[in-house]
């Protein structure tokens, strides 16, 4: 098996840095969604109250939050028309 050279990067450290988002109760009123680095979520999942179930995305992917987050902008209209 290959070794990795003396100064590569530990492929571990990467990837706990990855943007990371776990989400729980969707897609229903009491969802929360939480992001952050892979390394952060459990601590930010237990600060927010998530609890199971719940979906954890890992990778590029959770940056489109914004562009992808329908469910949210709909209730925020519909908030805005009852309220």
Known sequence: MPQAGAGA???RATFG???AL??????????????GAIRD???LAKQAG???PSL???GSVVTLRGDL???EAAEEAEEAEVG
């Open 9 to 11: 990067a530990d492929p």
């Open 56 to 58: 954890i995305i890992i």
């Open 17 to 19: 840095a990855a943007s």
């Open 50 to 52: 998530l609890g199971p």
């Open 69 to 71: 987050a329908w469910y």
């Open 41 to 43: 979520l459990p601590a």
């Open 22 to 35: 776990e989400t729980s109760r969707l897609p229903q009123p009491e969802q929360r969604v939480v992001t």
